[in-house]
């Protein structure tokens, strides 16, 4: 980092610091982000980066880009072995939970503190597909009635029961459907920065347009 860039950083983040942080940060990266040279020591970076400048949440969805079935399989996993090791590595009052495919937990520990959900090609239309499945059981056993089911009981069986604040897309301008439902009303973000180059400079300046907007939620 030359010496302006630092001074710069500088300025900013006390520009940032007056004000409230987003509580929860999404962020969808592609597996290839994190397979390139440095891509893990960047998402480890990048959770420090988040948890110093007062997010109390990060969100991230890897999207798995097989599509044969092993092929897959073998990338999850090899993946999810690799973030676990990455996630011990934060601090002691972090927590995180790694999701699998079909959203179940392949890796947890709990935290005090700030809270990391990590999902492996567990998508937003699965999740509410899965979500779904235990009430129209009730339904069929008699103990609810369809006319009964309210979006409640939806987000009771939600993975990730937290709504984002700031949803950002490093690199592109296409976004999954990681938490569809959740990130109705977040705020986007959309950097042309590609997840190698990315900086902590980079995230203030996201924080930063965040706070300048006047958020509606739909209104």
């Known amino acids: ?12 983040l006390q520009q940032v610091t007056k004000y409230p942080s987003p509580e929860h940060v999404s962020l969808v990266l592609s597996e290839t982000d994190l397979l390139q040279k440095g891509g893990f020591k960047k998402l480890k970076d990048y959770i420090l980066w988040c948890r110093q400048l007062g997010t109390k949440m990060a969100s ?24 676990k090791e990455i996630l011990l590595k934060t601090p ?33 239309r699965r999740e509410v597909t899965n979500a779904v499945i235990p009430i129209l059981k009730k339904v069929k056993e008699g103990k609810i009635k369809a006319s009964e089911i309210s979006e409640k009981d939806i987000e009771s069986n939600l993975v990730v029961k937290h709504e984002p604040d700031l949803f950002i897309r490093s690199g592109g301008k296409h976004l999954s459907d990681f938490l569809i439902w959740q990130s109705i009303y977040s705020e ?26 006047q958020r509606r939620f739909g209104k």
Not at 1 to 12: A, D, G, N, R
Not at 70 to 75: C, P, R, V, W
Not at 194 to 211: A, E
Request: proline share 0%.
């Open 60 to 83: 991230i969805y890897i999207d798995v880009l097989d599509t044969e079935e092993t092929l897959k399989s073998e990338m999850i996993e090899k993946l999810t072995l690799k973030l």
């Open 1 to 12: 980092m030359s010496f302006v860039t630092s001074i710069y950083e500088k300025h900013l």
């Open 188 to 213: 986007f973000y959309f950097t042309d920065v590609n997840w190698h180059d990315l900086r902590k400079l980079d995230i203030i300046r996201i924080i930063r347009d965040f706070q300048k907007r």
């Open 92 to 124: 002691s009052d972090a927590g995180y939970e790694i999701y699998g495919e079909n959203g179940d937990i392949r890796s947890k520990k709990e935290g005090k503190g700030f809270q990391v959900y990590v999902s492996v090609g567990f998508g937003g």
